[in-house]
Structure formats: structure tokens, C-alpha cells
């Protein structure tokens, strides 16, 4: 009897605490994390957030504007490590931004509520009704996050919250459909063993795959949901044209979509009136963009987040013999790795680091600066150039 009694104070107790903070019964790892990305607060299935921690305004974002939400829309069956590489970048470049990420489940029948997606969303519009923020910015990978991000946008509309006020639009390997021969080649390349007798096996598997996919295909034709999406991303009632900048990064190399149907795409975007910016890849694979090359990968993406004109403003013009001379504004962005911090100096051009240099400070030089230095989430292992790998992202 006096088990059970003990038993049943401890389940209380348990309740009271939990109750104080918040939090229900269930493992916090399940509760707060599900997704696996680092930081992230779950919302639903499917759906988490990053919100940033309260910091001081720092002069190195005086000049540039962060939007105050992100939507990363992550390819079908993505993993929280690569996931990760991208969020964790974008918490370093918008330290102030919140970070919806929803993820696309592996299979294509399963449809994600998206009910706490359009709660986040909703927020920010009004939010921009009132205070005249920077828009919302949308990052998409392949087409299950073109997907998600086109379905999201629709139900927002058919709620009628309010025309969501869209910054930018960064569209990563996609729209386009998957082609048969194309998406054959890559699986072969990718999925098959090395060993001989086992490769030539897994061939016939895989032809057998496919070709039994195309009867399936022919006897009962189901909505091209690729195509769908295409055109609902073309199409202004959802999309508006006006103030909204777009940019396609896709690779000549990917095994999974053409180039050529990314690129028409983009053409018929700003034959419509959007303000279309291009960044073509020669070797990466589908979604492996930054692979080949990171820097020019996050430029371009900055490029259409951040206004160009935002680094010309702290600019100090001088007319000195009919000679104008530009003196660029020199920024800094910190980082903690938790002994100190890196810090990233460079000469800004247009909203972009033109000239960098990285420097370690450990806590106790750090501790001399007057000005409060904030903690940001990010990857902190080193490259084999001893720069930190979160800023090759």
C-alpha cells in the first residue's frame, strides 16, 4: 500500500513540475525536437520552428534588414543533417529572422496539416499590416518543397488572412518533372552496388521498377502534381509579381530534373512580370549546389533577400576634383563556438562581404569590447583550410 502511495505522490509531483513549465508528460526530446535540426521547437508533425533569443541591434545589421520570417520548404525524405545546413546558415546571416521549416514526408501520398505553418504566417502578415517590415522570404528544395510552399500560399488564401507579403523566393533545383531516363541513369549511378554480379541484378531490378511504374502510369494517369505545381508557382493570384524577387539555382549536372525545364520556367516567371535572377551550376547533383560551390551559392541567395541598395547607405560619397570616391562600410558577424567566438571582418559591397578575414577571440578578449556579442546555433567543426565550416555552408 505504501508503494502505491509513494507511487502516486511521485506521478504527482511529476504532473506539478511539468505543469510549471509548460510542458506536457511527454520525452522533451519529442516534444520540443522531433524534427531532428538542431534548435528547432516543434509545432506539429512535420512542422517546427526556430525563434531567435532576444539580442541587442548590432551595427554589423544596421545596414542590412533581416526578414522577420523564413520558410525553408525542405525536399521529400530530406535528413536533419542536411536540413541543418541550411538553416544553420540562414541563422547566421539573419540572426533576427524566425525559421519555419516544414518538411516533406518520404512518400508523396502523405499530405502534411499545414494548420500551424499558417498560424506562424498569419502572425507575420499582420504583423506587416501594422509595422512596415521586410517580407517574408521562402526557400524551397526540389519539388516537394515547391509543393509544400504552393500549398501552403493556397490554404493561406483560402483562409483570407491576408496576401502574404513575400520579400523573395529562392527556388533550389526545382520546378520540373522527373524524367523517366534521367531519374534511371541517377538511380542507377547511385543506388546500385559496386560488385559486379550484384550491379547487373540491381539493373534488372531497377528497369523492372521503372518500366512497371509507366504501365501504372498509362493504365491509370493520376495528376501530374509537378506540373501542377509549375504553373501554380507562375501564377500571379498566388505569387504576385509586384516587389517579389525570385531566384533559380539548379545545376546543368542534375540526375534527377532537367536544367532546361528549371530554366524555361524561370523565362515564362519573368516573361510575367517577376523579377527573375538565374544561377546555373555546371557539376553539382540535385540539391548539391552548395557542394560546388557554397560561396557563390549564398551570395546569390543574399543577393535577392537583401535589397542592394541597403549597402550603399552607410557609403561616404566625396567630390573631390570631379573624382567621386566610395569608401565601403566595414562589417562584422560573430559567431560563438563556446570558448569564444570567430569573427568574420569584411569590406561591403552592395549588401555582400567582398573582402573577408576570420580571426578567433577566446571570452577573456572578448570580455573587453563594449559591445554585447550574441550566441548564434550554428556548425562549428573546421574545414580542411582551418576556416569555419558553418561559413562554407
Known amino acids: 500500500m505504501e508503494s502505491l502511495q509513494s507511487t502516486a505522490r511521485l506521478v504527482a509531483l511529476v504532473k506539478r513540475i511539468s505543469a510549471a513549465q509548460g510542458h506536457s508528460t511527454t520525452p522533451s526530446n ?3 525536437n522531433q524534427s531532428g535540426v538542431p534548435g528547432f521547437e516543434t509545432l506539429s508533425r512535420y512542422i517546427s520552428i526556430w525563434r531567435p533569443k532576444p539580442i ?4 554589423s545589421r544596421s545596414l542590412i534588414q533581416s526578414p522577420p520570417l523564413i520558410i525553408f520548404c525542405s525536399g521529400r525524405g530530406a535528413a536533419p543533417k542536411n536540413i541543418a545546413k541550411y538553416t544553420e546558415k540562414y541563422k ?64 493561406i488564401a483560402r483562409a483570407k ?21 534521367q531519374s534511371l541513369r541517377s538511380a542507377k549511378r547511385n543506388l ?34 509537378a506540373t501542377k505545381t509549375a ?10 509579381t509586384k516587389d517579389t524577387k525570385r531566384l533559380y539555382l539548379y545545376s546543368k549536372a542534375d540526375g534527377w ?42 551570395r546569390a541567395v543574399q543577393g535577392v533577400v537583401e535589397d542592394e541598395k541597403e549597402g550603399r547607405q552607410a557609403s561616404e560619397i566625396s567630390d573631390e576634383s570631379a573624382d567621386v570616391r566610395v569608401t565601403m562600410p566595414v562589417l562584422e558577424r560573430r559567431a560563438s563556438d563556446g570558448d569564444g567566438y570567430f569573427i568574420e571582418s569584411g569590406v561591403v559591397d552592395e549588401g555582400h562581404f567582398v573582402e573577408r ?36 555552408v
Open 30 to 32: 519529442q516534444l520540443i
Open 56 to 59: 541587442h541591434k548590432r551595427r
Open 92 to 155: 547566421y546571416l539573419y540572426p533576427e529572422a524566425e525559421i519555419l521549416l516544414i518538411e516533406s514526408p518520404t512518400s508523396s501520398t502523405v499530405q502534411v496539416n499545414l494548420g500551424t505553418a499558417i498560424e506562424v504566417v498569419k502572425r507575420h502578415i499582420e504583423l506587416h499590416k501594422v509595422v512596415n517590415t521586410k517580407g517574408i522570404v521562402i526557400h524551397v528544395a526540389s519539388n516537394g518543397g515547391a509543393y509544400t510552399a504552393t500549398r501552403l500560399v493556397r490554404e
Open 161 to 181: 488572412v491576408g496576401q502574404v507579403p513575400l520579400e523573395a523566393m529562392v527556388l533550389d533545383c526545382s520546378p520540373g518533372k522527373y524524367s523517366t531516363s
Open 192 to 225: 546500385l552496388p559496386k560488385n559486379i554480379i550484384l550491379r547487373i541484378l540491381g539493373s534488372w531490378a531497377v528497369y523492372a521498377f521503372y518500366g512497371i511504374n509507366i504501365i501504372v502510369k498509362v493504365m491509370l494517369p493520376l495528376p501530374d502534381k
Open 231 to 240: 504553373r501554380s508557382l507562375n501564377n500571379p493570384d498566388l505569387f504576385p
Open 257 to 298: 530534373i532537367g536544367h532546361e525545364q528549371i530554366g524555361k520556367h524561370a523565362d515564362d516567371a519573368e516573361a510575367l512580370g517577376y523579377s527573375v535572377r538565374k544561377e546555373v551550376f555546371q557539376k553539382a547533383g540535385h540539391c548539391s549546389l552548395t557542394m560546388e560551390d557554397g560561396w557563390r551559392y549564398w
Open 357 to 392: 578575414s576570420y580571426e578567433f577571440m577566446d571570452r577573456e578578449e572578448e570580455e573587453h569590447f563594449e559591445e554585447p556579442k550574441p550566441d548564434f546555433a550554428s556548425l562549428y567543426e573546421t574545414n580542411d583550410d582551418g576556416d569555419p565550416s558553418w561559413l562554407d
